[in-house]
């Protein structure tokens, strides 16, 4: 379970951005990762890292000083996941260390995409020119069997097809868009203290139930689609990253994220940001 919301706007004026982009990463606090860092195979790509046995190196987020950018959000499945699927994780590093655009990469994805479990995957391509090239794939809505592009503003996704809503991706919505209606009247210091905070909201927007155990049932997983930030005793948000990209093409990753070994009961947090400029 993860969730996002991002502004594009490529023709940003002197104090806008290009790009404002917060992303909750929730996953099972068991499993080994590798906190946000400039990469040491390729210095000029930036992300977290999945460092789980046999999928190694693959990402939910990451961004490249050469204009490419990718994030992928996990669809939930009732039916639970096939242990045999291919990684999705590699799905982002691939596109971000490679130079194909993004509908072609999405349409080769789209040729295999039954061999992985759900997943919303998105990618971006800043170009010289000052577009933004926008594109999304998900293999879970029958109705989107091709990628589609994605239009400047404001955009959200969370562990659904865009072809659906949650009340917890409704009021990320509102909320990020009140926000990004103040920019450039917020410096980037409280601009990142408030989009961390919208994503820190622990209590369920409808439901009144209390998930601080195991999630494992089917009203736990119903509750999930309320919550923007989830903690429970063995699975919740493990991360909050902000990204920012400015006017000039400077990039601003920021990362909050539980240090490891996690324990829920005492989570410790760090915050560390890296700066970049595109090249």
Not at 72 to 85: E, M, S, T
Not at 126 to 138: A, I, L, P, S, W
Not at 182 to 203: C, F, H, Q, T, Y
Request: hydrophobic content about 35%; proline content about 5%; some cysteine.
């Amino acid at each position: 379970m993860c969730l996002t919301a991002l502004f594009i706007n490529p023709h940003p004026v002197s104090g806008e951005y290009k790009l404002i982009l917060v992303f909750n990463r929730d996953e099972f606090y068991a499993r080994p990762t590798k906190e946000a860092e400039f990469w040491q195979r390729n210095p000029n790509i930036i992300s977290g890292q999945d460092m789980f046995v046999g999928k190694e190196g693959g990402t939910w987020l990451g961004v490249s000083r050469m204009g490419r950018f990718a994030m992928l959000l996990n669809i939930l499945q009732p039916g639970g996941l096939n242990p045999d699927a291919k990684g999705r994780g590699s799905l982002v590093s691939d596109f971000i260390q490679g130079s194909m655009d993004g509908q072609t990469y999405l349409k080769d994805v789209a040729k295999e995409s039954a061999l992985y479990n759900g997943f919303n995957l998105i990618t971006m391509e800043f170009r010289k020119d000052g577009e933004v090239n926008t594109n999304y794939f998900t293999n879970r809505a029958s109705e989107l069997p091709e990628p589609v592009k994605i239009e400047p503003g404001v955009q959200v996704f969370s562990n659904h097809p865009v072809t659906e809503s949650w009340p917890k991706t409704d009021y990320v919505r509102s909320e990020f868009e009140k926000i990004v209606k103040r920019v450039p009247g917020l410096n980037k210091d409280n601009l990142i203290k408030e989009l961390i905070a919208m994503m820190s909201l622990d209590k369920p927007l409808i439901t009144d139930v209390d998930i601080s155990n195991e999630m494992l049932d089917v009203q736990k997983r119903k509750v999930l689609k309320e919550l923007v930030f989830i903690k429970s005793s063995n699975y919740g948000t493990r991360t909050t990253t902000v990204i920012l990209i400015d006017a000039e093409g400077t990039i601003s990753f920021t990362e909050r994220t539980l240090k490891e070994p996690i324990d829920s009961k005492n989570p410790e947090w760090q915050q560390k940001t890296h700066a970049a400029s595109m090249l």
